[in-house]
C-alpha cells in the first residue's frame, strides 16, 4: 500500500487526501492547526464560496496568476465535480449571482466536515496540532517528513500547506519555505485579492460609504492595465469591496515596478457622457433654487456630493440657478472620471489569496509533482498561481489536491 503524507488540512490537502485514499493508498493529513480548513471556514463571509458555476474557459480567465498551468486539473476534477462530491455525501449546494455555489445551510464549518467525513471514511489519517518542520529528501527523492515527533517514512509526499495570507488560519509561508529548502525556485510573494491604500485627502470624509454599480480602471503609468464593475467600499485606509480586491493582483504588480496606480471611477457608468449631461440638467432645473449640495441629492449619497464638487472645483454654497456650463462640464467629467492614487497594498497577512510561491515551471501539470524531486508533490495556493473572487482559488486548489492526490497513489506507469 503506497504511504503517503500531505502537508496542510486545507482545500487542496483534503482533496489530496481524498483522491488519495479513494485510489486505496494509506495516506495521512498533518495539519498545524488544532482543526483543519481554517481558511476555508472564513471564505464567502463565513459562507464557504465553493465553486463558480461558469464554464471551463471562463475560469481560466479568472485566474490571471498562471491560470493555463491549471488547465488540466480543472478538467480532471471540475466544479461539478466537487458539488456532485459534496452533495452525493448529503451536503447540498446552490447557485446565487455571478455563479457563485454554496452550501444551502451557508455554512462554510459545514462543507469542511463532510470533507473530513469523506476522507477519513475511506480510510483517511488526519493528526491536527502537528507541525510539519521539513520535507526528508535524499538522491532527489522525497523520503517523507519531519515533524516535532520525529521522521515519518513515505512513498509520496504532497505539500498542501498554502501561501503566506491570512497567517492566523496557519497559511504563514512555512510551505513555501518547505519548498525552497527542497530546491524549488520560489517567485516572490505579494498580496493578491487585498483591499489597496491612498493617501487621498477625502478618505477619511468617505469612510464606511458604499458604492454599487460603479465602473473602475486601473490605471498604470497613464495606462489602463484593467478594469472592473461592481461594487466597492471606502475605508480609513482607502479603498475596499469586492472590484477593488479583483483589480489588487494588477496593483500590486505595477506598485511592484514603482509605476504611478491610480483608481478611477465612473460613477454613472450607464450614462455616456451626453447623456449624463442631460441628466444633470434635468436635475438642475428641478433643484434650480437650491444651492448645490442640496441640487445634487438624487445624484449621488449625501456623503459624496461635497467630496465630488470639491474635485469640480465647486462651491457648494453656489445656487443651481447659477451654475455655468463650464462648471457642470467640469461636474460631469469628475462624475464618470473619480480618480484616486493608490499608494500601496494593504499588507500580505490581510490578503486573501498569495500572488507567488513555487514555480509552476518546476511542476507537471498533469500530476502536480516536482520535476526536481520525485515523488514530491504539490497543490493549492503554495504554488504560483491565484486567482479573483467568485469561487476560482478554491476549485483550483481542489483540482490540483485532486490532481496531486490521485497521481501520488499510482505507479508512475499508471499515472495519465
Known amino acids: 500500500m503506497t504511504r503517503i503524507s500531505i502537508i496542510g488540512g486545507g482545500a487542496a490537502g483534503l482533496l489530496a487526501g481524498i483522491a488519495a485514499a479513494g485510489k486505496g493508498a494509506q495516506v495521512t493529513i498533518y495539519e498545524k492547526m488544532r482543526q483543519p480548513g481554517k481558511k476555508m471556514l472564513i471564505t464567502g463571509k463565513g459562507r464557504c464560496n465553493i ?31 466537487i458539488v456532485e462530491l459534496l452533495e452525493s455525501h448529503g451536503l447540498p449546494t446552490k447557485v446565487e449571482r455571478g455563479g457563485r455555489v454554496f452550501p444551502v445551510s451557508d455554512l462554510a464549518r459545514d462543507v469542511v466536515a463532510k470533507l473530513v467525513e469523506i476522507f477519513t471514511g475511506l480510510g483517511g489519517k488526519l493528526i491536527c496540532d502537528c507541525k510539519v518542520h521539513s520535507i526528508v529528501v535524499k538522491e ?22 498554502g501561501g503566506a495570507s491570512y497567517p492566523g488560519t496557519g497559511s504563514n509561508g512555512d510551505g513555501v519555505k518547505m519548498a525552497a529548502e527542497a530546491g524549488h525556485t520560489i517567485v516572490e510573494l505579494r498580496p493578491s485579492l487585498v483591499p489597496l491604500e491612498s493617501d487621498y485627502p477625502y478618505v477619511d470624509d468617505l469612510q464606511g460609504l458604499s458604492l454599487k454599480n460603479i465602473g473602475a ?13 461592481g461594487e466597492m467600499l471606502f475605508t480609513h485606509f482607502g479603498v475596499s469591496g469586492p472590484i477593488v480586491l479583483s483589480l489588487s493582483n494588477k496593483a500590486a504588480q505595477a506598485l511592484a515596478k514603482q509605476q504611478e496606480v491610480e483608481l478611477v471611477l465612473d460613477l ?16 438642475f432645473a428641478a433643484y434650480s433654487r437650491k444651492q448645490l449640495l442640496n441640487g445634487m441629492k438624487d445624484l449621488l449619497p449625501q ?19 447659477q451654475i455655468s456650463r463650464e462648471e457642470r462640464q467640469r461636474l460631469v467629467t469628475v462624475l464618470k472620471n473619480f480618480s484616486i492614487p493608490i499608494t500601496a497594498t494593504r499588507p500580505l497577512a490581510e490578503a486573501i489569496v498569495t500572488q507567488g510561491g513555487v514555480s509552476v515551471k518546476e511542476i507537471n501539470p498533469k500530476t502536480m509533482e516536482s520535476k526536481l524531486i520525485k515523488g514530491l508533490y504539490f497543490a493549492g495556493e503554495v504554488m504560483d498561481v491565484d486567482g479573483y473572487t467568485g469561487g476560482f482559488n478554491l476549485q483550483a486548489a481542489f483540482s490540483t489536491g485532486y490532481t496531486a492526490g490521485t497521481a501520488a497513489a499510482q505507479s508512475e506507469g499508471d499515472v495519465e
Do not use: H, W
Open 268 to 283: 454613472k457608468p450607464a450614462l455616456s457622457v451626453e447623456k449624463l449631461d442631460a441628466r444633470v440638467q434635468r436635475d
Open 51 to 81: 465553486t463558480n458555476a461558469c464554464e471551463l474557459q471562463d475560469f481560466i480567465k479568472n485566474i490571471p496568476g498562471n491560470g493555463r498551468f491549471l488547465n488540466g486539473a480543472l478538467r480532471r476534477f471540475t466544479n461539478t465535480d
Open 303 to 321: 456623503r459624496l456630493i461635497p467630496v465630488v464638487l470639491d474635485m469640480a472645483y465647486l462651491d457648494e454654497t453656489k445656487f443651481v440657478n
Open 140 to 161: 532527489g527523492k522525497a523520503l517523507g517528513i519531519k515533524t516535532v515527533d520525529g521522521f515519518f517514512a513515505s512513498d509520496a509526499v504532497i505539500l498542501c500547506a
Open 217 to 229: 480602471e486601473l490605471i498604470a503609468d497613464g495606462k489602463k492595465i484593467a478594469s472592473e464593475f
